[in-house]
């Protein structure tokens, strides 16, 4: 498994941005998908992104999609999750995750049970 520490949440406006990374140490970057996930209070966690090993592919949650953008560079074996036009409801702890290449295409990443490593979490607070 590969370690994964979020980072760049906290207290924004609706309306706003912020930039989430997640930075990845112990195994080799560049062998695994990696994707955002969140949970809200109370609710379940969800699906919120995920990029392929390579850049190339990504998939986004349709609840985020246009306002989201999922990248990484694996340079500095790090996933970032930019994140524009940001509502009260993208309020939650946002996970990232890492999970072995399957064959499967992008969206199948949607699953939480395609990734084996996860982070902490890092809060992210959109205030109205």
């Known amino acids: 498994q590969v370690q994964l520490v979020e980072s760049g949440g906290g207290l924004v406006q609706a309306g706003g941005s912020l930039r989430l990374s997640c930075a990845a140490s112990?195994?080799?970057?560049?062998?695994?998908?990696v994707g955002w996930f969140r949970q809200a209070p109370g609710k379940e966690r969800e699906f919120v992104s995920a990029?392929?090993?390579?850049?190339?592919?990504?998939y986004y949650a349709d609840s985020v999609k246009g306002r989201f953008t999922i990248s990484r560079s694996n340079a500095k074996n790090t996933m970032y999750l930019q994140m524009n036009s940001l509502k009260p409801e993208d309020t939650a702890v946002y996970y990232c995750?890492?999970?072995?290449?399957?064959?499967?295409?992008?969206?199948?990443?949607?699953?939480?049970?395609?990734?084996?490593?996860w982070g902490q979490g890092t809060q992210v607070t959109v205030s109205s």
């Open positions: 112990g195994r080799t970057f560049t062998d695994y998908v």
């Open positions: 990029i392929d090993r390579s850049g190339a592919f990504t």
């Open positions: 995750a890492a999970g072995p290449p399957t064959g499967y295409s992008i969206n199948n990443y949607a699953r939480a049970q395609r990734y084996d490593s």
